[in-house]
């Protein structure tokens, strides 16, 4: 819940250049990563719209993916472990 609270408040920022950009990119990059763990462990119950935010964050990075190279390699990881999560 507190990593789908982090995808959800920075949402409206996710497409506007501002002082703290980067480091939002980093931190919901970071909660779409752990989301995408627990759905792979198939423990629990995900959050409502876990999936759909972690689409969301796919495009945010590519986005700003021109901005820093890193962003490319934390966008692939992301589809790479989306895609091959068991369901």
Known sequence: DTHMHQLRANEPGF???HHGG???IRACTRSALTLVAAA???RGTMPEGWERAVYK???MLAY???EDSAL???KAVL???LATRQV
């Open 72 to 74: 490319v390699g934390w």
């Open 79 to 81: 589809e790479r472990e």
């Open 40 to 42: 792979r462990t198939g």
């Open 22 to 24: 980067f480091f939002m």
């Open 57 to 59: 964050t796919i495009g």
């Open 64 to 66: 700003w993916e021109d």
């Open 15 to 17: 497409f506007h250049r």
